[in-house]
Structures are given as structure tokens and as C-alpha cells.
């Protein structure tokens, strides 16, 4: 029998059985059929074994055997390669952006905006505060706009024109402060936006309130944002009133109805162990986590969003 035969009796195909050689029609490796010969095993044994195969297909495979050796030597031995699959384009590397990190917001921040934002970009940081974000980012490789409540600027009424702005980044009180020491690692809600009902454009309380600055600064940033703009956000869940309160999949749901495409998310872990104030039991997992999410301006749904050039 001639190799070409043989190839119609048996083959390798890197999607079946990783490319072991087999029966044609089956997942039966040939190499089943040599076992069971030289264990003593008669061709009925097999095909009872294996009735997926015909009768023809294994005499075929045996009087090749016999008549040419190395032909079968060579379908035992040397499946064919699966080929591997090559990028024309691109550069190996290691230096991934991950969906996780275990370090401070100063080193996670600039590899979104690597990931994200086209340097010489105009970035408006409206809650700047002292700048945590930007320490590391090399002084010109973006033009940013620094604003802040406590300069005076309100992330609810920006001082910028319609559609200005390549890319906005809020960070916001995102806890309010039940009492006590509860919340000390961030800026208290109430001491920046009195968020209890006593004015300030404010008007829920408690979560509901950090939900609605949230909100309104959301429907802020689409307005000086251009079309296909970048919106950072940070946020971190909470538990309030003992009800556990998703924060990261409220604003999500909120900013997708304002017109805001969810295209990523990162999780920050803390390094350190949280502070705990003293709980008589604990009904809820302590967050020690939280979240920068990033969303874009589109004006259509049909639109994908294309990494920066």
C-alpha cells in the first residue's frame, strides 16, 4: 500500500487528539491498534473495543504495516506540528498592563494613562487634591488641567467649553463617614460636600449621596468631554446602613445611561491591613480594595473603541 493510502485510512490533524495520528472518521489513535497486536489482542478484540472503526481500516493499516514500515513508523512517531500562530506586527514583551495590582494608586494610575490616553493629551484632574496620582508622570508628557473643590472648582460645574477636553479623571470622596474614626484613609464626604442634607447642591444622604456626586459629576465630564473623550474614575465599594452597596456596578450602570461606553477595570488591593474599629461581629467582608474604572464618549453605539496612536 502506498503512503497516500495509508493517509486515506488514517490521519493527523492538530485538531483532533492534539494531532496523534487516527483512524479516519474516529478519535481513535492508530497507535490503540499496535497496542493490542503485540499485547496478543486479535483484530475482533479491537474492533469490539472500538466500533467506530471499520473492519477495511484496520486490515489496511495492517498490510501497510507489513509493507512498508516506516511509513506507519512514521505516523507513531512524528504527529504533525501544530503550527504556531504568529503576529506580523507587534514586539514581544513581558510589560503587560494587568487587571490587578498590588500597589499604590501612583504606580497603577500611569499605566492607564499609557494604556488609554495619547501623551501630550489635555487631562483635567478635577478632584487633584495633592496630586497622588501624578507622581511619577514625567512633568509634559500630558497638559493637565488641576482643579479641586478646595481651589474653589466644583467637579459638578467645570469652567470648561462643550467637548474640550481629551480625557477627565475624578476621584471623589467615595465614602461618607457613619460616625467615629470608621473612614479615615480618605477625605471625609461631609467635610467636602455636606452630604447629610445641608446644601451644597447635595441633597440625598449617605451612600445615596456619594452616588449622586458620582452621577452629576459623570453628566459633567460627558459635557467637556470630545467625542470618543476618556473619563478615569476611582471608586470603592461600601457597606451602609449593613446593606452592601456595589458602588463600582452602580456608577457603571449609571454612566452607560449617560452616554459613557464601560470599556475597563482595575482592581487596587491594599498592601497594609485596613484599620478596624471595634465591631461586636463582623457582618461583611472588610473592603481592601478598590477600583479605577474607565469609560469613553460615544456618540454612537456602533463605535469600538481603537487603542491610542
Same mark, same amino acid.
Request: charge should be negative.
Given at each position: 500500500?502506498?503512503?497516500?493510502?495509508?493517509?486515506?485510512?488514517?490521519?493527523?490533524?492538530?485538531?483532533?487528539?492534539?494531532?496523534?495520528?487516527?483512524?479516519?472518521?474516529?478519535?481513535?489513535?492508530?497507535?490503540?491498534?499496535?497496542?493490542?497486536?503485540?499485547?496478543?489482542?486479535?483484530?475482533?478484540?479491537?474492533?469490539?473495543?472500538?466500533?467506530?472503526?471499520?473492519?477495511?481500516?484496520?486490515?489496511?493499516?495492517?498490510?501497510?504495516?507489513?509493507?512498508?514500515?516506516?511509513?506507519?513508523?512514521?505516523?507513531?512517531?512524528?504527529?504533525?506540528?501544530?503550527?504556531?500562530?504568529?503576529?506580523?506586527?507587534?514586539?514581544?514583551?513581558?510589560?503587560?498592563?494587568?487587571?490587578?495590582?498590588?500597589?499604590?494608586?501612583?504606580?497603577?494610575?500611569?499605566?492607564?494613562?499609557?494604556?488609554?490616553?495619547?501623551?501630550?493629551?489635555?487631562?483635567?484632574?478635577?478632584?487633584?487634591?495633592?496630586?497622588?496620582?501624578?507622581?511619577?508622570?514625567? %512633568?509634559?508628557?500630558?497638559?493637565?488641567?488641576?482643579?479641586?473643590?478646595?481651589?474653589?472648582?466644583?467637579?459638578? %460645574?467645570?469652567?470648561?467649553?462643550?467637548?474640550?477636553?481629551?480625557?477627565?479623571?475624578?476621584?471623589?470622596?467615595?465614602?461618607?463617614?457613619?460616625?467615629?474614626?470608621?473612614?479615615?484613609?480618605?477625605?471625609?464626604?461631609?467635610?467636602?460636600?455636606?452630604?447629610?442634607?445641608?446644601?451644597?447642591?447635595?441633597?440625598?444622604?449617605?451612600?445615596?449621596?456619594?452616588?449622586?456626586?458620582?452621577?452629576?459629576?459623570?453628566?459633567?465630564?460627558?459635557?467637556?468631554?470630545?467625542?470618543?473623550?476618556?473619563?478615569?474614575?476611582?471608586?470603592?465599594?461600601?457597606?451602609?446602613?449593613?446593606?452592601?452597596?456595589?458602588?463600582?456596578?452602580?456608577?457603571?450602570?449609571?454612566?452607560?445611561?449617560?452616554?459613557?461606553?464601560?470599556?475597563?477595570?482595575?482592581?487596587?488591593?491594599?498592601?497594609? /491591613?485596613?484599620?478596624?474599629?471595634?465591631?461586636?461581629?463582623?457582618?461583611?467582608? /472588610?473592603?481592601?480594595?478598590?477600583?479605577?474604572?474607565?469609560?469613553?464618549?460615544?456618540?454612537?453605539?456602533?463605535?469600538?473603541?481603537?487603542?491610542?496612536?
Amino acid at each position: 500500500m502506498k503512503t497516500d493510502e495509508l493517509r486515506g485510512v488514517v490521519h493527523s490533524d492538530p485538531q483532533v487528539m492534539g494531532g496523534t495520528p487516527v483512524f479516519v472518521g474516529t478519535r481513535v489513535p492508530l497507535e490503540n491498534l499496535i497496542d493490542y497486536l503485540e499485547g496478543g489482542e486479535s483484530v475482533d478484540d479491537f474492533l469490539e473495543a472500538f466500533p467506530t472503526v471499520k473492519r477495511e481500516q484496520v486490515i489496511a493499516a495492517m498490510n501497510d504495516q507489513q509493507e512498508e514500515s516506516d511509513s506507519l513508523a512514521t505516523f507513531r512517531t512524528k504527529p504533525k506540528p501544530q503550527e504556531k500562530r504568529k503576529v506580523k506586527n507587534g514586539k514581544p514583551s513581558n510589560e503587560l498592563v494587568l487587571s490587578a495590582y498590588i500597589e499604590g494608586n501612583d504606580s497603577v494610575f500611569p499605566r492607564i494613562l499609557g494604556l488609554y490616553v495619547k501623551p501630550g493629551s489635555v487631562i483635567a484632574d478635577v478632584t487633584y487634591g495633592k496630586g497622588v496620582f501624578w507622581r511619577t508622570i514625567p %512633568d509634559g508628557e500630558y497638559q493637565i488641567r488641576a482643579t479641586d473643590l478646595q481651589n474653589g472648582v466644583d467637579c459638578r %460645574d467645570l469652567p470648561y467649553k462643550n467637548g474640550e477636553l481629551d480625557c477627565v479623571v475624578f476621584d471623589p470622596p467615595y465614602m461618607h463617614t457613619p460616625g467615629g474614626s470608621a473612614h479615615t484613609v480618605h477625605n471625609q464626604f461631609e467635610d467636602h460636600y455636606r452630604n447629610n442634607g445641608t446644601g451644597n447642591r447635595t441633597n440625598s444622604k449617605y451612600h445615596e449621596a456619594v452616588l449622586e456626586l458620582y452621577i452629576d459629576g459623570g453628566k459633567e465630564a460627558h459635557r467637556v468631554l470630545r467625542n470618543r473623550g476618556v473619563f478615569i474614575v476611582k471608586c470603592q465599594d461600601e457597606v451602609c446602613a449593613n446593606r452592601q452597596r456595589f458602588t463600582h456596578v452602580e456608577i457603571m450602570a449609571a454612566y452607560e445611561k449617560i452616554g459613557f461606553v464601560p470599556e475597563d477595570l482595575f482592581v487596587i488591593v491594599r498592601n497594609n /491591613r485596613p484599620g478596624v474599629s471595634r465591631v461586636v461581629q463582623q457582618v461583611h467582608a /472588610r473592603k481592601n480594595h478598590s477600583y479605577f474604572l474607565v469609560f469613553w464618549k460615544s456618540d454612537s453605539e456602533k463605535e469600538r473603541w481603537q487603542p491610542p496612536q
